[in-house]
């Protein structure tokens, strides 16, 4: 999995044409604005319970098209002094995308789309504002890139990933005669690629049962560890938000997945080529984060985050302001919210000092 997305030469983060209608795979900031819009909010609002600090890194781990970030920082404008305090730090592996992120943040940004724009109504799910929201017109925080978490200067931030974890590689461990093994790739007489039991591991790894069944396969993944780790080790107040696709609760399973031009395919069929990922398991993102000295809230669904952070409201408000585009928006919203679409397999969770109150909409 680190080898197809990182080979320098042949690896998929040398690709920049994975995410959007003409690539492989597409995410909820491409789909409806509203989606980057309300995490904007929610981020100034995170800011506003940390006592508003004067100096805030909001940090994006993959930050893909830099679509989200985009949206984030034009509704966040509607809160006054936020984008004033604010440093952007986009934490992104892919060279090709990196290029498409400076082209998303051409200069004088934050004047257009007025239209019905968060200043005009604050969705409900937020608490009020303190002041007036404003139109935030003119402004640009400053934005620098860098490869890894680590390397973003210590402060008050605010990390938002929005299917970041997924693309972490994992690990599998098959349970074998009561113990664990690695799941391991090899090559067949052709030369071509399978999966195959390999070396007894010495790990101690926590299943979510006692007892695996033979042949139960349990998924690891150390970048989640590490990212927390991260949080836990940056000064007081940090506050984060997760949202990806996997399960709430802890289970076995096979998640390795992998998808090519909008359609899944083998996940050893196309190595380089193919976005492949894997489930995240929230329960124990959850559980990680407790152990590292963090507070986690949630998960909740997708549909429930941003139906409870007044999606419907916002969106309603847009296609009044845009009728020619009604059709779209409401399309876009309903793909983030549905049962078959993102809704229900998509979950939202928040990691925190444990010094900040629980963030909407977990309180
Ligand atoms: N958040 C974006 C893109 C999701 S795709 C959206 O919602 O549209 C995953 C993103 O994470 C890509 O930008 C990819 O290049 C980046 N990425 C994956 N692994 C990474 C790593 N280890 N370090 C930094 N960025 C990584």
């Not at 995308?97 to 051409?106: G, H, I, T, V, Y």
């Not at 992998?258 to 083998?266: G, L, P, Q, S």
Request: charged share 20%; proline share 10%.
């Amino acid at each position: 999995m680190r080898i197809c997305q990182s080979d320098p030469d042949a690896g998929y983060w040398q690709r920049a044409d994975s995410i959007g209608a003409g690539g492989d795979f597409i995410t909820a900031p491409e789909i409806s604005q509203v989606f980057g819009e309300l995490i904007g909010l929610w981020c100034a609002v995170v800011w506003r319970s940390m006592g508003r600090p004067a100096s805030l890194r909001l940090i994006e781990l993959g930050p893909g098209r830099g679509t989200l970030m985009r949206d984030a920082l034009r509704a966040g404008g509607a809160v006054p002094g936020f984008l004033d305090a604010t440093t952007v730090h986009l934490i992104e592996a892919s060279a090709p995308l990196r290029e498409l992120q400076q082209q998303a943040f051409p200069p004088p940004l934050w004047g257009s789309d007025r239209e019905g724009g968060i200043a005009e109504h604050w969705p409900s799910g937020f608490p009020p504002p303190l002041s007036p929201p404003h139109k935030g017109e003119g402004k640009r925080p400053p934005i620098a890139w860098h490869e890894r978490l680590d390397t973003v200067p210590d402060g008050p931030a605010i990390v938002v990933a929005n299917e970041f974890l997924d693309a972490l590689p994992i690990r599998q461990v098959v349970s074998v005669d009561g113990s664990w093994r690695e799941r391991v790739v090899e090559t067949d007489a052709q030369g071509a690629l399978r999966f195959a039991t390999g070396l007894r591991l010495d790990l101690q790894v926590e299943g979510p049962g006692p007892r695996p069944a033979p042949g139960a396969i349990l998924e690891l993944r150390a970048g989640e560890d590490e990212v927390l780790a991260e949080l836990a080790r940056r000064q007081a107040p940090q506050g984060a938000l997760f949202i990806d696709y996997g399960p709430a609760e802890a289970t076995y399973g096979d998640t390795l997945q992998a998808v090519h031009r909008h359609a899944w395919v083998d996940p050893l069929s196309l190595p380089g080529c193919a976005d492949v990922t894997a489930h995240v398991r929230f329960a124990s993102l959850a559980r990680k984060a407790r152990a590292a000295g963090l507070a986690a809230d949630g998960p909740i669904t997708q549909a429930e985050f941003l139906g409870r952070l007044g999606i419907a409201e916002r969106a309603a408000r847009l296609m009044a302001a845009n009728p020619g585009r009604a059709g779209e928006i409401e399309t876009g919203v309903e793909r983030l919210l549905s049962p078959t679409g993102m809704g229900e397999l998509f979950k939202a969770m928040a990691v925190r000092s444990t010094t900040l109150p629980p963030p909407p909409p977990f309180v």
